[in-house]
């Protein structure tokens, strides 16, 4: 079991979905969640019209060959006020109220106003206090692990100096950031992951600096892979878009390198629906920098390649695509590409990929919403 696993609770094999599936209501492209995703694909998309279901989906695979080297990574973790109580900065439990009279005999408990109100607040003493006698207990730090596990993962497997760039972003007004360091495989698991030490919690959660810093400071590495962490919604959204389309114009031109952008959504709170605008970003090129992913969904971190494929790397010698009623829709005998795309019947609810004498299926219903 990954660390996404544990702590996010995905379900045991074998467990109902949440959420029923039923079939694409409009003709708008739509990404399957990852958890109805069989696990030989990376994504699948699917478009329905009057006359036919339009499926566009990638082998699950990290990149090979020429396109696994010159990679440069980076992992960026939200550090907005919200993100307190998840990297173990918050406070959790009760102080009974004999106890706390006793603090505020002893001069642990000191009183302003705010507001016009007057406002008790503990002080260090009360607070060490609280917490040696179990009173108060500081939340868990679920960000540190998951962190090290992108971090180990990236700088093990694609970093080309096996080194993963990690820094806080959305600290101080929203749109400051803190590099943490490089790190390597090894040194992940000893690292600590606790938030920003020079700055503040923010205020906001501003994106387009933390891409920026990134694509600047690696603007000569042949590609970048930059992982981007956050558990709320962007006050940003208008600007990165603005600057996404900017970068994806000057990398189809040929003025800078390849950069994949995959921003991971934590917890119940994300606006996913921006997530989607990202993803779905139309550049007026054929660049497509930014993914998304819902942690809780993750099947492993390899997912993050889902969109890094070589339209013309084949992944097996032949193959053949059958809808519902096991009918032929596709054949592959020249080969089977990373990323395929067929047309299905309206009224299909799957397809199956056969290779190497095995078929794969995989559903083309969204879950209700």
Same mark, same amino acid.
């Given at each position: 079991?990954?660390i996404?696993?544990?702590?996010?609770?995905?379900?045991?094999?074998g467990?109902a +979905?949440p959420q029923?599936?039923s079939?694409?209501a409009?003709?708008?492209?739509?990404?399957?969640p990852?958890?109805?995703?069989?696990k030989?694909?990376g994504?699948?998309n699917?478009?329905?019209?009057n006359?036919?279901?339009?499926?566009?989906?990638?082998?699950?695979?990290? +990149?090979q060959g020429k396109e696994?080297?010159g990679?440069?990574? $980076?992992?960026?973790?939200?550090a907005s006020?919200?993100?307190?109580?998840?990297? $173990?900065r918050?406070?959790?439990g009760?102080?009974?109220p004999e106890?706390?009279? /006793?603090?505020e005999?002893? $001069?642990?408990?000191a009183?302003?106003?705010? /507001?016009g109100r007057?406002v008790k607040?503990?002080?260090k003493?009360a607070?060490?206090?609280a917490?040696?006698? %179990?009173? =108060?207990?500081l939340?868990t730090n679920?960000?540190?692990p998951?962190a090290?596990e992108f971090?180990?993962?990236?700088?093990?497997s694609? /970093?080309?100096d096996?080194g993963?760039t990690?820094?806080?972003?959305?600290?101080g007004?929203?749109s400051?950031?803190?590099v943490?360091?490089?790190?390597?495989? /090894?040194q992940?698991?000893?690292?600590?992951?606790?938030?920003?030490n020079?700055?503040?919690? %923010?205020?906001g959660?501003?994106l387009?600096?933390?891409?920026k810093?990134?694509v600047e400071r690696?603007k000569?590495?042949d590609?970048?892979?930059?992982v981007?962490l956050t @558990?709320g919604r962007l006050d940003?959204?208008?600007?990165?878009?603005r600057?996404?389309t900017?970068l994806a114009?000057e990398i189809?031109?040929?003025?800078?390198n390849s950069?994949?952008?995959?921003?991971i959504?934590?917890g @119940? !709170?994300v606006?996913?629906?921006?997530?989607?605008?990202l993803?779905?970003?139309?550049?007026?090129?054929?660049?497509?920098?930014?993914?998304?992913?819902?942690?809780?969904?993750?099947r492993?971190l390899v997912e993050i390649?889902?969109e890094?494929v070589n339209e013309?790397?084949i992944?097996a +010698?032949? %193959?053949t695509i059958y809808?519902?009623?096991?009918?032929?829709?596709?054949?592959? #005998?020249? !080969?089977?590409?990373?990323?395929?795309?067929? #047309?299905l019947?309206p009224?299909?609810?799957?397809?199956?990929l056969e290779v190497?004498g095995?078929?794969?299926r995989q559903?083309v =219903?969204l879950?209700?919403?």
């Amino acid at each position: 079991m990954s660390i996404l696993d544990r702590l996010f609770g995905k379900p045991a094999p074998g467990a109902a +979905p949440p959420q029923t599936p039923s079939p694409v209501a409009d003709s708008t492209s739509h990404q399957l969640p990852s958890s109805l995703v069989a696990k030989e694909f990376g994504e699948v998309n699917v478009r329905k019209t009057n006359a036919e279901i339009q499926v566009q989906c990638t082998i699950l695979m990290e +990149p090979q060959g020429k396109e696994a080297e010159g990679w440069q990574t $980076g992992v960026a973790l939200d550090a907005s006020a919200s993100m307190k109580n998840w990297y $173990g900065r918050m406070l959790e439990g009760k102080v009974p109220p004999e106890i706390a009279k /006793d603090y505020e005999k002893r $001069g642990w408990i000191a009183t302003r106003v705010e /507001d016009g109100r007057r406002v008790k607040s503990f002080q260090k003493a009360a607070y060490d206090d609280a917490i040696q006698k %179990g009173y =108060l207990k500081l939340t868990t730090n679920i960000v540190q692990p998951l962190a090290q596990e992108f971090i180990a993962y990236l700088a093990g497997s694609l /970093d080309a100096d096996g080194g993963t760039t990690v820094i806080y972003w959305a600290c101080g007004d929203g749109s400051a950031f803190e590099v943490a360091g490089d790190f390597t495989a /090894d040194q992940c698991h000893s690292v600590e992951i606790q938030g920003p030490n020079s700055v503040p919690f %923010g205020a906001g959660t501003i994106l387009t600096p933390a891409v920026k810093y990134f694509v600047e400071r690696f603007k000569d590495a042949d590609r970048g892979m930059y992982v981007f962490l956050t @558990d709320g919604r962007l006050d940003d959204l208008a600007e990165v878009k603005r600057y996404t389309t900017e970068l994806a114009k000057e990398i189809a031109a040929g003025q800078r390198n390849s950069v994949k952008c995959v921003l991971i959504g934590l917890g @119940d !709170g994300v606006n996913e629906e921006q997530m989607e605008e990202l993803d779905d970003l139309d550049t007026g090129t054929e660049i497509d920098i930014w993914d998304h992913k819902m942690a809780k969904e993750m099947r492993g971190l390899v997912e993050i390649f889902a969109e890094v494929v070589n339209e013309n790397q084949i992944v097996a +010698p032949t %193959g053949t695509i059958y809808d519902s009623d096991g009918n032929i829709v596709k054949t592959y #005998s020249d !080969g089977v590409p990373a990323k395929i795309a067929f #047309s299905l019947p309206p009224a299909a609810e799957w397809f199956e990929l056969e290779v190497f004498g095995q078929k794969i299926r995989q559903t083309v =219903l969204l879950p209700n919403k």
